[in-house]
């Protein structure tokens, strides 16, 4: 074994058995134990010491790109099928609201009690998960939500609807936050915006590829063995959330000191990285480490109101986008979801291109706040009654892009700030609070499009809250720093 590789490993162990109440101390040993490793070397000719930082500059690069083709590749597809799942009603909205005789209002309600669900048991969720690790919680989670999701085949009133919406969100509520949570115990602030990027970039991917199967699946199996398109599109899109959540129970480990497929060496690294950016959080005055923390943080609290405003803008794309091409450029569902592809698409490479570039700059503030402003022009220029098609289409797409690139980078913010148990409950409590827009979304807008028939009005009340979160995280959040953000 190369002589530092041996010294890392020998000097970093102690970081494995370092209990909660040596945290701070550890840290410290440990960032001091590193400095007296670098002054080993001073006495090494100037090539041979600069031979020495690259091997272990490319040790650590090797370590975290290991970690993050086992991870982010499976949770990116445990997403796709978690919002295929969630908003696949929208294409099902195409025949199901005549055939169930709702009203846009109604079938907006329907579509957004899935966040009141939602809303009460993703803190508690997230509890469980720290506690019982990931293993034992996303994989079952999987496979009662695919469950839930394919009964919906048996929604044949309103009543039956609304009550399956609801439970689809209370078992999803612990996916999302639970995955922005486990994310925190392998990835330090430096990787971490980007990483979420990567599997944040599964809601842009899940309506690029996921819109074309479900206009297909709408297209072709009316009818077929006497049942509406709608209730195969419900039926054929939750069986795959049941198979990957078996495979999840067995491929997922809850943190680096458990993973069987990293090295000591790199076990040893990550958990050191990640207790040293604790204390570097502590040391800036970042202690909110308790469940009380998070939520007595005035930051946490205007973060919930920013994601609101995001997330008002990412479910009137993801429930209303195959209506409002439906509406104004095609009604066979399955050219509805091929041309849905080139929103999705279009933001899908621009979330990652900008989560990318903030990790690369370190700079969140500006990044999520461009993406709002963006979002919010584009809205307003697609509600544009008598627009040109490819105008109307290319509007769209930028609009997604710009929610997307926000939703990229919002995720960076609150993880400066919080740890330990506040880290799961703050990020539930901003998940759970942000995501009520998605309740009021779909909502506000069926009632909108009942009332005045006109697309703009209801685009203007999306641009107003993309301005809101834009200016919100510009004014009111102070800039804040991370090791994750600092200039190596």
């Avoid at 009603?89 to 025949?95: G, I, M, Y």
């Avoid at 506690?131 to 309103?158: D, E, Q, Y």
């Avoid at 993973?259 to 690294?269: D, G, I, P, V």
């Amino acid at each position: 074994m190369p002589r530092w590789k041996q010294e890392f490993e020998e000097k970093a162990e102690p970081a494995l058995t370092c209990d909660a109440s040596a945290f701070k101390a550890g840290a410290a040993v440990r960032a001091t134990q590193e400095r007296l490793m670098w002054t080993q070397y001073d006495d090494q000719e100037p090539e041979d010491s600069l031979n020495t930082q690259a091997a272990i500059s490319e040790f650590e690069k090797a370590t975290y790109r290991k970690v993050t083709w086992r991870l982010i590749p499976f949770l990116f597809l445990c997403y796709i099928l978690s919002y295929v799942d969630r908003v696949n009603v929208s294409f099902a909205k195409l025949q199901m609201q005549q055939d169930l005789g709702m009203s846009d209002t109604v079938f907006g309600a329907g579509m957004g009690i899935f966040f009141i669900g939602y809303f009460f048991f993703e803190v508690p969720s997230n509890i469980v998960l720290q506690k019982i690790g990931a293993r034992r919680w996303i994989g079952p989670l999987m496979i009662v939500w695919g469950c839930v999701s394919s009964a919906f085949m048996f929604a044949h009133s309103p009543a039956v609807f609304y009550v399956l919406r609801f439970l689809l969100g209370i078992v999803e509520s612990g996916f999302f936050p639970g995955v922005i949570l486990y994310l925190t115990f392998w990835f330090t602030g430096r990787y971490r915006a980007k990483m979420i990027a990567a599997f944040m970039s599964a809601i842009a991917l899940s309506g690029a590829f996921g819109s074309p199967v479900s206009g297909w699946i709408m297209s072709s199996m009316a009818d077929v063995a006497g049942l509406a398109s709608w209730q195969w599109l419900f039926l054929l899109e939750g069986i795959p959330s049941v198979i990957v959540g078996i495979v999840a129970m067995f491929y997922l480990d809850d943190g680096p000191q458990k993973a069987k497929w990293l090295s000591r060496e790199e076990q040893n690294l990550l958990v050191t990285r990640l207790r040293e950016e604790e204390a570097f959080k502590e040391s800036q005055g970042h202690q909110h480490r308790t469940l009380t923390d998070a939520f007595r943080s005035r930051t946490v609290w205007v973060l919930c109101v920013v994601y609101f405003g995001v997330i008002m803008g990412n479910y009137f794309i993801s429930f209303w986008m195959p209506q409002l091409i439906k509406d104004n450029f095609a009604t066979d569902p399955w050219h509805i979801g091929l041309i849905s592809m080139i929103p999705w698409g279009f933001g899908a490479v621009a979330m990652i291109l900008w989560g990318h570039h903030s990790d690369v700059t370190g700079e969140r503030r500006w990044h999520f706040a461009l993406g709002g402003i963006v979002a919010a022009v584009f809205f307003i220029i697609s509600g544009i009654q008598g627009l040109d098609p490819v105008l109307g289409i290319a509007a769209l797409a930028f609009a997604t892009a710009g929610v997307m690139c926000g939703m990229s980078t919002f995720w960076a913010l609150p993880t400066t700030i919080l740890s330990g148990a506040a880290a799961a409950a703050g990020i539930a409590w901003i998940n759970s609070v942000g995501n009520l827009g998605g309740f009021v979304s779909p909502y506000v807008v069926g009632g909108i499009r009942d009332m005045t028939h006109n697309p703009m009005y209801a685009v203007l009340v999306l641009a107003a809250m993309g301005l809101m979160s834009a200016s919100l995280v510009l004014f009111v959040t102070k800039k804040e720093k991370s090791t994750g953000d600092r200039k190596n």
